[in-house]
């Protein structure tokens, strides 16, 4: 009897379940590249997993576009959504600026506490993904000492420029001269890379959309000029740089996940503690590496030193 009560129960919150209207979800991305993928393939799966309504999700594609993100947004805005996830802090400020009413979830932004409640009303909960430059360079230092002039190539993403005098300031420090080169556009950073300076000893990104979108590029230039490419995410170690150290992206969507379930169940979204990103890997090419005739063993010690975990990509 008690087996057909608890399996009439499930059935019944399954019919309830299915009766109700799907939820409407949209992710924003400011540009299609593997990181986005993994961020919302996770997202997607997990938010499902623990949403027990049925979901209907729509992936808006800004394709690199300022003008093309604004009217998307824009767009969404008025088509009753229950929640609007833009990927990256740009995407973000831009969803911000145009959306007042509809929940929002920040995904691998560095919105701070304090910012989010000085909006009017505080409509959004945040996913955390950034690594401090302080932490990045102090890996690379620590790894390859002799290393004393890097390029930082970089785009005109507003959030880029105060990480990238940030960077110099942080590499200052330890006895390295950053030397920024911006590439407005996908075109423009071949032209850079053709012409970085002679004393080039690494080139660095940031986790700057446009920029990594452009790694394989990247990487034939450094591996032309035998010098490392260094990152900072999982997905552009797997297109080509050397190695990184950051989080994985997968595991932005699983913590996004969490919160958007939290508010397609009525919370607040400025009421929701922000995630962080507190599980740093190292991500290794081996292939790249031994290209760039970087030691792979270094940096596999350095990472064991530095109390890291490491992951072969």
Known sequence: MKKF???????????????QPAKKVAIVIPIEIKAMDEIIESFEKDLQAQYAGPITFK???????MNLEHAAIASLRDQNYDLIAPVGTDATAMTLSL???????????????AQRK????????VVHDEISNEEQLAFIHQAFPEIKNIVLIHSAADKIFPEVEEAKSVAKKLGITITSMMAATLPE????????????????ILKDMQIVSGTPQLAKIAQARKIPLISSDD???????????GVHENQIGVNGAILAAA???????????I???KKLTVFLNPKAMENFRASEETVKLTTKNMKYQIEIV
């Open 5 to 19: 009560t608890l399996l009439t129960s499930l059935l019944l919150a399954s019919i309830i379940a299915m009766a």
């Open 59 to 65: 992936v808006a594609n800004a394709q690199g576009d």
């Open 99 to 113: 959306i007042k009413t509809t929940p929002i979830l920040s995904l691998a932004s560095d919105l701070s506490d």
């Open 118 to 125: 000085k909006l009017n009303p505080c409509n959004v909960a």
């Open 189 to 204: 950073l071949q032209t850079i890379a053709n012409n970085l300076p002679e004393n080039t000893q690494a080139i660095y």
């Open 235 to 245: 997905g552009s170690v797997k297109n080509g740089a050397g190695f990184a150290l």
């Open 263 to 273: 508010i397609l169940n009525g919370k607040n979204a400025c009421d929701l503690p």
């Open 275 to 277: 995630s962080e990103m």
